[in-house]
Every structure is written in C-alpha cells, then in structure tokens.
C-alpha cells in the first residue's frame, strides 16, 4: 500500500534562517507531487507541483522554492523565512494527474516564524 | 486562484441531525471532490462525483451536483461527534486540484 511521510511534523524558526520540509511517497512510482499552504482558518493554497524528477512548476510568486530530487522526495524550502510563511505545509500525491482522481495527503508540517 | 467556495464557513449541530454544507464553483469541471481534514491533521478524500452524475452515495454521505448551476452539496446524515472537522470542495483547474475555503462542522453530543 501507498504511504505519504511528512517532516518535521512541528518547527519554530526564527525570521531569516533558512527552511526544508521533506515529504516522501512510498509503495508507488512517478506519483505527481503537490506542496500545499494552509494558513489559520483557512483554505488550501497550491503552492508546487511536479510531474517528475527536476519537474517544478510554481503556483504563487513567493520566498519558498521546491525541488524533486528523486522521483518520490520532494521539498520545500527557503532561503531566508519571512514571517508571513507561518503556516500548515501540506504535501500530497496523486495517481492520475490532471486531478482526475483523489489526492493523498501527509500529515503536514506546522512552520512558526517567530 | 480560487475555485470553490463552501457555504456556510461554519455549522454546528447536534448529534443525530443531518449536516447540509455547500460548494460553489466559477469554471467547467470534469469532477468535484469533498475532503475531509481533522484538526492540524491532513486531509483525507471522501467522494468524487463526476460531472455526469448528479448525485453519489457513500455511507452516511449524500453528494449532488449542479453543473448547471455550478454548485454541490454535501449531505452527512444522523451526525456523530467524530463528524466534527472542516470540509473542503475541490475542483479541477489547469490540471491541478484547488480547494474551496472550507466549512468547520462542529458536532456536539
């Protein structure tokens, strides 16, 4: 069966020190890749996608960049934290691409910048 | 970019009663999807309906679908306090799955 792994599952950074969050997908191949953003009380924000290794497409202009160095890890990262990345990093994985079929979701990261 | 929107943002009920939430969409879809997310955990599918079917079942789960008024619902019968969670539509835009903002459903016993 397929699993989605998420980490860190909690972290406090402070402003301008630099972020990865990893996510892996196991028991499948050449999944599409999401990163998504949930802010307090609210909706989903796609933020990465990825059909493949090296394959990044970005969703919102923004402080964070993805990359997909092998065909099931995928990370978030960035350079220098802003306050306003504060959030709920949600990862997921889906089959069929082209959001045909359900996404499968980690069990997210929660990021505080201090 | 934001496609569904869920009506209403918050609902609460009693145990055994019905749970109605909403979802308005702007574009043509191809499928509707409801999701389910327990507090700070991530979120797991409950139900595809496809844009040929105007209304699916799973369990205590009633889903329609509107296409002509681009809208869906969300039907959970005889509620129980595990029900209390927030509830997502989501529709297919550009090849990519985008969330509405949700509804906070919360149950009491």
């Known amino acids: 069966s397929q699993t989605i792994h998420q980490w860190p599952a909690t972290l406090v950074q402070p402003v301008g020190s630099p972020l990865s969050l990893e996510c892996t997908v196991e028991g499948t191949s050449n999944p599409n890749l999401y990163w998504y953003r949930q802010a307090a009380g609210r909706g989903l924000q796609l933020l990465f996608y990825?059909?493949?290794?090296?394959?990044i497409s970005s969703e919102v202009p923004q402080n964070l960049s993805a990359s997909r160095p092998q065909d099931r890890q995928f990370i978030l990262s960035s350079k220098k934290l802003l306050l306003s990345d504060s959030g709920f990093y949600l990862c997921a994985w889906d089959r069929t691409g082209l959001a045909t079929g359900e996404l499968f979701f980690g069990e997210g990261s929660r990021l505080t910048v201090l | 970019s934001q496609q569904g929107e869920e009506d209403p943002q918050a609902l609460s009920i009693q145990e055994g009663e019905n749970a109605t939430m909403n979802c308005s969409y702007k574009t043509s879809i191809n499928n509707l999807q409801w999701y389910r997310q327990n507090s700070g955990r991530g979120l797991v599918h409950l139900i595809l309906i496809r844009s040929n079917e105007r209304e699916k079942h799973s369990g205590r789960l009633r889903v329609t679908l509107d296409t002509s008024k681009k809208s869906s619902s969300l039907l959970i019968t005889a509620s129980r306090a595990a029900d209390t969670a927030s509830y997502f539509c989501?529709?297919?835009?550009?090849?990519?799955?985008?969330f509405g903002q949700g509804t906070e459903l919360s149950v009491k016993p």
């Open positions: 989501a529709t297919p835009e550009g090849g990519k799955l985008i």
């Open positions: 990825s059909v493949g290794i090296g394959q």
